[in-house]
């Protein structure tokens, strides 16, 4: 016990001193007309690259292919797309909001939130189109690999927002990329059910 005791100290001391910096959040958007494009849109596909300024030197990188969306973070493009967020693709067809919340301690961000919206395919409108659902998804920011943290639905939660924040500060900093899985946050939703599909 002599051993582990300090070590369980320091660690509780560093929770400690985290948490007592001021959680706040902040905005930005990924519009494209807020965004610089990358190349030009794919004319076999349409598919479009784009990237987005975001809070304290980062990058958010927007990419669509075939009516499906990667959002990924990091100080540049190359860095944006080398991290686990950028290679996560939900199976039914999607898209991310233009509005991203940052969790951040301070000044330093450690988490964004977007609203994801997923195509269900048994559930039509009248010109046979796919419905979609609505589903926040808590990303992980550096130091460390970037990567999904939670997933929130939006519509089975009324309080989704609060959920995801909350996931935000309790997750994401000692969230482990590749090993820990993603969390579903509140009651789990059609939109969830979708996004976790194989």
Same mark, same amino acid.
């Given at each position: ?88 693709? *939900?199976?039914? *067809? ?75 500060? #309790? *997750?994401?900093?000692? *969230?482990?990329?590749?090993? #820990? ?18």
């Amino acid at each position: 016990m002599t051993r582990i005791g300090p070590i369980v100290l320091m660690t509780c001391i560093g929770l400690g001193s985290a948490n007592a910096q001021s959680m706040g959040s902040s905005y930005t958007s990924t519009a494209p007309k807020d965004c610089r494009q990358i190349g030009k849109p794919s004319e076999l596909d349409g598919s479009t690259t784009r990237i987005c300024p975001g809070k304290n030197g980062l990058m958010v990188l927007i990419a669509e292919d075939d009516l499906r969306e990667i959002v990924s973070a990091g100080r540049n493009r190359k860095e944006a797309a080398e991290e686990p967020a950028a290679k996560v693709w *939900f199976a039914p *067809f999607n898209s991310s909001e233009t509005t991203v919340e940052w969790r951040a301690a301070g000044t330093k961000p450690f988490a964004m939130i977007q609203r994801w919206h997923i195509a269900d395919g048994t559930d039509r409108d009248k010109q046979g189109r796919p419905n979609t659902k609505a589903m926040l998804v808590v990303t992980r920011l550096p130091p460390g690999p970037v990567c999904h943290v939670a997933y929130v639905d939006a519509i089975a939660n009324p309080n989704a927002n609060e959920l995801a924040r909350k996931a935000a500060d #309790d *997750f994401a900093r000692g *969230f482990t990329c590749g090993k #820990d899985e993603v969390k579903i946050i509140g009651t789990s939703g059609r939109a969830v059910e979708l996004a976790i599909m194989r």
